[in-house]
């Protein structure tokens, strides 16, 4: 059904009576998994870093002769990464008449029976608007494409999605091809040897629903396997037994079909920008103009990925 744009009022928004049903998704995995709208740490930048490094490979032939001089010096490389704060800025303005119009129901069918259960309209319509700025950091944190504006007329900032941020251990079907175990694994063995998927509770697959069911039956139904669960974050995931181990797959409704995610949910975690006096993501009334009541909702949001090397992704499915 169609939203309402601009003010809410009792022309648009008609109350009528019975149970109040939702219809749309409510379900944030990947946010809510990595700490949700209220998790995370403060960056006092709209600009975030951290650094990773790594270690040479061992060596079974590096053994010294009694006596020798020391060896040549070496030293390890630290090497920076980044991603930015997005602006989520959204708008309630609900009419005074609106608001105190509690009783008035649509239409006149003498078998509307029951109450009207929104009492109080300002109140639902900003507790729909911050599911729907959830929904909306949920999609950018998987698949937001970067911008770092130079100025005010270069467009807004928009955060790194983890998708767009694994750049490494990458696998692409030439031409678009059936999911597989043997796929899924030759990614995974990617992502590990280069040091990524090592933690048990972290290690996760993230899926749609078309991808979901070929993994099910890649894993559990093809091969026998008892399925099971486990909660990461609030998030309840399906678990699957690999040759890497025990591994999540959550289904994310914002994946697209044709890709998988192999991600360390140790790596992630939100980044916000605190704003003095309001906090990181917040309410406040906005000036009177008229008789309605107006307020927005305001935050700045990021996406700390880590170490990209420890991700990865598949693409070209069919």
Request: proline share 4%.
């Amino acid at each position: 059904m169609p939203g309402i744009t601009g003010m809410v009022t009792s022309y648009d928004c008609p109350n009528f009576v019975g149970e109040l049903f939702g219809i749309s998704r409510e379900d944030t995995p990947f946010l809510s998994a990595i700490g949700g709208l209220t998790g995370g740490e403060n960056t006092g930048s709209t600009i975030f870093t951290w650094q990773s490094y790594d270690l040479r490979a061992g060596q079974d032939d590096r053994q010294r002769a009694e006596g020798d001089d020391a060896p040549a010096a070496e030293g390890r490389k630290r090497v920076p990464g980044s991603n930015v704060l997005e602006i989520h800025q959204e708008q309630v303005a609900v009419s005074y008449t609106k608001q105190g119009a509690t009783r008035q129901i649509s239409g006149s069918d003498p078998m509307q029976s029951g109450n009207q259960p929104v009492t109080d309209e300002l109140t639902w319509q900003i507790a729909q608007e911050i599911k729907q700025i959830a929904r909306d950091v949920n999609k950018s944190f998987l698949t937001g494409t970067y911008n770092l504006p130079t100025d005010i007329d270069d467009g807004v900032r928009r955060t790194r999605g983890i998708l767009q941020a694994v750049t490494t251990n990458v696998v692409t079907n030439a031409t678009p091809a059936d999911l597989t175990s043997e796929m899924v694994l030759d990614v995974m063995q990617l992502a590990f040897e280069n040091g990524g998927l090592r933690e048990t509770e972290t290690r996760t697959i993230i899926t749609g629903a078309k991808q979901k069911r070929k993994l099910t039956k890649a894993f559990i139904s093809d091969k026998g396997y008892k399925e099971e669960t486990r909660n990461v974050g609030g998030v309840n995931l399906q678990v699957i037994e690999t040759d890497f181990g025990r591994c999540n797959i959550m289904l994310e409704p914002d994946m697209p079909d044709d890709q998988l995610a192999f991600v360390s949910l140790e790596e992630c975690a939100p980044r916000f920008l605190e704003i003095p006096g309001k906090g990181h993501f917040f309410l406040e009334s906005l000036a009177k103009t008229g008789a309605s009541d107006k307020a927005q909702l305001y935050g700045e949001i990021g996406l700390k990925y880590g170490n990209q090397r420890k991700h990865a992704k598949l693409t070209g499915l069919k």
